[in-house]
């Protein structure tokens, strides 16, 4: 069965600086990952996905991931965290051939000050 | 387009009551997902469905049932409610082409609290 990991409940990062949620995965295939944004008391947000080809995926609102399989890590990454990035974070994962359920890993909360 | 859109946003219950919670969905797709969201526990998928008239069970389905009559709604019933069934839940929807890869888009929640 897939798995997802986030090993961080949160991460503090000053506005400006660079800002890196991470997440590993465990999945039998090639994986399908997702990351996912949450606002309070809102719905999940899609931000970005890797289904194939060039590792380093870009999304919404300036995210990046950068897929690596041989470390079985999908990072999330923005070269400069705004305020308003402040958030709960999700990774997900799909196996290839698996139908069409998400595993999701148990969220990151990400607080960027000033 | 509404998106996915859920009702109620809160609701209290006491224990042993029963209630519905309605999703619906105008973007077309084929999946549904009812997903449960318990603090440091990510979401965890209760039932989903394929098409219109089928339903199938998630990873945590006890005490919950579906309906899908209509492919734009997924109805949640709680039969008997449970104070372990205080929760924040969630609605989601995707396209069955696997060329999309598969994101779901979510609902704004049902935030239900079981006394």
């Known amino acids: 069965a897939q798995s997802v990991a986030q090993p961080e409940d949160q991460v503090n990062v000053a506005e400006g600086n660079p800002l890196t949620v991470k997440c590993t995965y465990s999945?039998?295939?090639?994986?399908?990952l997702f990351w996912y944004v949450q606002y309070p008391n809102r719905g999940l947000q899609f931000l970005l996905k890797?289904?194939?080809?060039?590792?380093l995926v870009k999304g919404s609102y300036g995210f990046e991931a950068e897929f690596n399989k041989s470390q079985t890590s999908f990072h999330l990454k923005k070269p400069s965290a705004l305020v308003s990035d402040s958030a709960l974070y999700f990774c997900a994962v799909r196996p290839t051939g698996g139908g069409n359920k998400l595993t999701f890993g148990t969220g990151t909360q990400l607080k960027v000050e000033l | 387009n509404a998106g996915v859109t859920q009702t109620p946003k809160f609701r209290v219950l006491k224990t042993g009551q029963s209630m519905t919670l309605l999703c619906a969905q105008d973007?077309?797709?084929?999946?549904m997902y009812w997903y449960r969201q318990d603090p440091g526990m990510g979401l965890r998928l209760i039932h989903y469905s394929v098409g219109e008239g089928t339903t199938a069970k998630g990873e945590v389905p006890d005490g919950y049932n579906v309906s899908r009559l209509k492919k734009q709604n997924f109805l949640l019933g709680l039969e008997s409610a449970a104070p372990s069934q205080t929760s924040v839940y969630f609605c989601?929807?995707?396209?069955?082409?696997?060329?999309?890869?598969?994101?779901?888009?979510f609902g704004p929640g049902t935030r239900l609290t079981v006394t």
């Open positions: 890797y289904i194939t080809g060039d590792n």
């Open positions: 973007m077309n797709h084929e999946y």
């Open positions: 999945v039998s295939g090639n994986p399908y």
């Open positions: 989601a929807s995707s396209f069955r082409q696997t060329t999309t890869g598969w994101e779901q888009y």
